[in-house]
């Protein structure tokens, strides 16, 4: 496993990380959750993705009893505040200094922990003022109760804002930002993100590096009974797997097979070439896909220059 700065910060993670969105509480059994948890770790990964929405809380449960019997300083994790989790009460929504203070705490409990390594905003709240968020992250920081915090599909707008207000009232700035980052969505990284990133050491951890398992190539014939867009609640996904986004994947597929790799392994070296990627979430239900997951920097050395001409023809 290899590790990597949080941008500027000190602090350092995998560059693959295993989150819990959709699989715990949900998709995989608590037995299934831990085993992947305590194999991931076993083979190098110490940043866990996780946040409140996640199955309604459960997500951070089975994260908090898989870590339990792991030391707490060899792991990183992270949780997300905005949308509702539990008690749908007009206040239980947002980023309002009561919504997040009363969100980490059962975060706090849920998950079994003192603190909290990273932080996310996980959506900008148009009613709550910027100012509000960053005084509110900023007492959470000096607390102790979180240690870092960032943002999840920030604008460039609004993520500008929040940096400039801290800096200029001597707070803490959000260090991260949590983007969708695929081969599917490349625009807002690459084009606008990355710069900002890079001028202001702002660290990325990048989510749906597989499109949601589209770009495994596991729907190249079809929706398989068991998989995750034949679950009733995920019907959106069939969405995302047109004939035309399968035809790229069966492409990317062939420029996989030349180089070794699986189409999954080629999509996520494709995203860990980035410098500015400090960490890929993946998912996973199986150890099988997380130990192919988490060989794929294996491949980045084999990404030359005709390599991702090749891809950025396909995509």
């Given amino acids: 496993m290899h590790y990597r700065r949080l941008g500027k910060l000190g602090i350092k993670v995998s560059e693959i990380s295993l989150g819990a969105w959709v699989t715990f509480g949900n998709q995989i059994d608590e037995k299934t959750a831990v085993k992947l948890v305590h194999a991931a770790y076993d083979q190098g990964v110490n940043y866990f993705d996780n946040a409140d929405v996640y199955a309604k809380g459960q997500a951070e449960v089975v994260l908090g009893r898989a870590i339990a019997d792991i030391p707490r300083e060899n792991v990183v994790l992270s949780s997300k505040v905005f949308f509702p989790a539990a008690d749908d009460n007009v206040n239980a929504r947002g980023l309002s200094r009561k919504h997040i203070t009363e969100a980490l705490h059962a975060s706090l409990k849920r998950l079994q922990v003192n603190y909290i390594d990273i932080y996310f905003c996980h959506r900008h709240d148009p009613d709550t003022t910027v100012q509000e968020v960053v005084q509110t992250m900023d007492m959470l920081v000096r607390q102790g109760k979180i240690l870092y915090w960032g943002t999840s599909q920030w604008s460039i707008f609004h993520?500008?804002?929040?940096?400039?207000?801290?800096?200029?009232?001597?707070?803490?700035?959000?260090?991260?930002?949590?983007?969708?980052?695929?081969?599917?969505?490349?625009?807002?990284?690459?084009?606008?993100?990355?710069?900002?990133?890079?001028?202001?050491?702002?660290?990325?951890?990048?989510?749906?590096?597989?499109?949601?398992?589209?770009?495994?190539?596991?729907?190249?014939?079809?929706?398989?009974?068991?998989?995750?867009?034949?679950?009733?609640?995920?019907?959106?996904?069939?969405?995302?797997?047109?004939?035309?986004?399968?035809?790229?994947?069966?492409?990317?597929?062939?420029?996989?097979?030349?180089?070794?790799?699986?189409?999954?392994?080629?999509?996520?070296?494709?995203?860990?070439?980035?410098?500015?990627?400090?960490?890929?979430?993946?998912?996973?239900?199986?150890?099988?896909?997380?130990?192919?997951?988490?060989?794929?920097?294996?491949?980045?050395?084999?990404?030359?220059?005709?390599?991702?001409?090749?891809?950025?023809?396909?995509?």
């Fill in 159 to 315: 993520l500008m804002r929040a940096i400039a207000f801290a800096k200029q009232n001597g707070l803490i700035p959000p260090m991260v930002e949590q983007p969708k980052y695929n081969l599917f969505h490349r625009s807002y990284v690459e084009n606008e993100l990355a710069q900002l990133a890079s001028e202001y050491g702002i660290g990325l951890t990048t989510y749906s590096p597989l499109n949601s398992g589209v770009l495994t190539g596991k729907y190249n014939n079809g929706i398989p009974q068991d998989s995750r867009a034949a679950m009733k609640d995920m019907g959106w996904m069939q969405n995302r797997i047109t004939p035309e986004a399968v035809d790229k994947v069966k492409k990317l597929g062939a420029i996989a097979q030349e180089i070794g790799a699986t189409t999954a392994q080629l999509s996520l070296a494709w995203l860990l070439r980035r410098s500015e990627v400090s960490s890929v979430i993946t998912g996973a239900t199986r150890p099988e896909q997380l130990d192919e997951n988490l060989a794929a920097s294996d491949f980045i050395d084999m990404l030359t220059d005709d390599v991702l001409d090749n891809i950025d023809s396909i995509f």
